[in-house]
């Protein structure tokens, strides 16, 4: 099957940018780099936000080497953001960055966001990419935590994406789901189950954008053209989401 074309990266007439997005958790690189580096690369996107990056040692150096493999460059997070990564095209103009600890829970996973404010063609643009909690309240609480940090970054539109673990019908999903666009639901494209990737069962995965951007499409990018099942699989071991978005020009 080959999917119906997502709009390709361009700069409208009005200065307003249509935009590729991906969120995709790579497992802190150990499995197929080159299929998940084929992955990316096929799916052409202008940011990149990564969950699971590598962490600990030369953890910038395996950023560095991931992102020169898919065309990009790195844009900030990573060990510093305890996974979360975001990667950018050159088209990406950044503004500032900034990695954020969340409140840690003694004897779980300590989690952060990678944020990011950039500037593509006549838009202005916050980037974050999120590794939710495995346990229900502290995700709760982190999907409350992401949405100050969007509303604090001083943007008027904005993008975030990641693994949630969590479904549509749970409550941190619905948390996010309730104040930003779930881009999935609002402009199915692609696949819908992200996890796992040999047979998926559940949507863990998304992007979300805030109101005013416009969702084109959305969704994990089987039967795109140079995405082939095989790479999905051997990438890592959840399915990446793929999104494209309009984003008016700033005012």
Excluded at 186 to 202: I, M, S
Excluded at 232 to 251: E, G, M, N, Q, S
């Amino acid at each position: 099957m080959v999917l119906t074309p997502l709009p390709d990266s361009r700069t409208e007439p009005d200065g307003s940018a249509v935009i590729r997005v991906l969120s995709y958790n790579v497992r802190s690189l150990h499995d197929d780099t080159a299929a998940l580096a084929r992955v990316i690369r096929a799916c052409a996107p202008d940011l990149v936000l990564v969950q699971e990056a590598p962490r600990f040692f030369r953890w910038r150096k395996a950023a560095a080497r991931l992102a020169k493999s898919s065309d990009l460059v790195v844009l900030s997070g990573g060990a510093t953001a305890a996974g979360p990564l975001l990667l950018c095209s050159l088209r990406a103009r950044v503004e500032r960055t900034e990695d954020v600890l969340l409140p840690l829970t003694p004897g779980l996973h300590r989690r952060g966001f990678a944020t990011a404010v950039v500037r593509i063609a006549g838009a202005r643009l916050g980037v974050l990419s999120c590794h939710l909690s495995l346990q229900r309240d502290e995700r709760l609480a982190q999907a409350d935590l992401l949405l100050e940090q969007l509303a604090s970054m001083g943007v008027e539109h904005a993008v975030a994406g990641g693994d949630l673990n969590d479904v549509p019908t749970g409550k941190a999903f619905r948390q996010l789901a309730g104040e930003l666009q779930d881009c999935r639901a609002v402009a199915p494209w692609g696949g819908e189950l992200t996890f796992p990737p040999d047979e998926p069962r559940k949507r863990i995965d998304a992007v979300f954008a805030t109101p005013g951007i416009e969702v084109l499409g959305c969704g994990v990018p089987t039967g795109l053209p140079g995405v082939s099942d095989t790479d999905l699989r051997a990438a890592t071991d959840h399915l990446p989401v793929l999104a494209a978005l309009r984003v008016p020009a700033a005012k």
